[in-house]
């Protein structure tokens, strides 16, 4: 179990990458090549989730990680949510699994959630609007969300524009409209019990997603996916003011390491007294470990 007293940051934005069974040649390579140039990443190919465990271990981050199951838009196998959760409880002083359902897959998806909270622990699911293909507020979804709501775990959804696919031919197909924040304000309002994080600074819809996490009390802002040095202005204001219970710190890795965030962290205008929050008090709050 995680203790508090141990780490100094709780990331609430990992990615498990790289299954351990049999990897076949679906296109993925050449997606995650591209991405981790545009994120000028620190290594030549995916970490493994036990990787990433030992990295968190000895840097004193724990961190919320999981997949993303986009198999039917972007025909990329997806990592199995049981694999990933039973890794992650291998570590589970540093690790806390997330699992990731396409809605689109309606009723199988619906009891393979409630399998994955009654049977392996997870405490939240990961949407990728733009990656998995829907709006977040369609109607189609909502026996998903009232799942999740049910048993008190938390929605993750992207926001705003994504690295994936970005520069690639026709952005490989990923259409940035899904992510836009404010279909999160619907969810919000029609589950209005379920935590809802909006994962990273929502270019170009950053006064959108303030809006939202500023009107609803259930939604929240990670701040993962961008070095901090190119947080916009208003976000830092924010940050620093009415939303400083209710922002997060999220790295996006393996794309950017949380070292990195946390070193340009501290050279940006975020008032002492409230980074201690941000860095791990609100999430130990939302996650239940405080």
Not at 2 to 31: N, V
Not at 147 to 166: K, M, N, P, R
Request: glycine share 8%.
């Amino acid at each position: 179990m995680i203790d508090l007293d141990k780490i100094r940051a709780i990331d609430i934005h990992t990615h498990a990458e790289e299954p351990c069974g049999s990897h076949p040649d679906d296109g993925y390579d050449a997606l995650q090549a591209t991405m981790a140039q545009y994120f000028r990443a620190p290594w030549s190919h995916p970490p493994t989730v036990p990787e990433t465990a030992e990295h968190y271990r000895a840097q004193g981050i724990a961190a919320v990680i999981f997949p993303v199951d986009a198999e039917r838009e972007t025909g990329y196998r997806r990592y199995a949510n049981e694999e990933v959760a039973e890794i992650a409880a291998e570590y589970d002083d540093v690790l806390i699994p997330f699992a990731s359902i396409d809605p689109w897959k309606g009723k199988a998806g619906l009891r393979e959630a409630r399998r994955l909270i009654e049977n392996f622990g997870i405490r939240g699911f990961k949407f990728h609007p733009t990656m998995q293909g829907f709006y977040p507020n369609d109607r189609m979804a909502f026996p998903l969300y009232e799942a999740i709501a049910e048993a008190g775990a938390i929605a993750l959804f992207h926001t705003g524009q994504t690295g994936v696919g970005s520069g690639m031919r026709g952005g490989n197909g990923m259409r940035l409209k899904y992510s836009n924040p404010m279909h999160l304000d619907d969810v919000a309002v029609d589950f209005p019990e379920m935590t809802i994080i909006a994962a990273h600074p929502s270019f170009p819809w950053q006064e959108e997603a303030l809006a939202v996490a500023q009107h609803k009390p259930n939604v929240y802002i990670d701040l993962s996916g961008w070095s901090p040095r190119y947080f916009p202005d208003i976000l830092v204001r924010y940050c620093n003011s009415i939303l400083k219970k209710k922002v997060l710190f999220g790295s996006d890795w393996p794309m950017i390491t949380p070292e990195r965030w946390l070193a340009d962290f501290e050279k940006i205008a975020i008032k002492d007294e409230i980074r201690p929050d941000i860095l791990k008090g609100n999430a130990a709050r939302l996650l239940g470990l405080s």
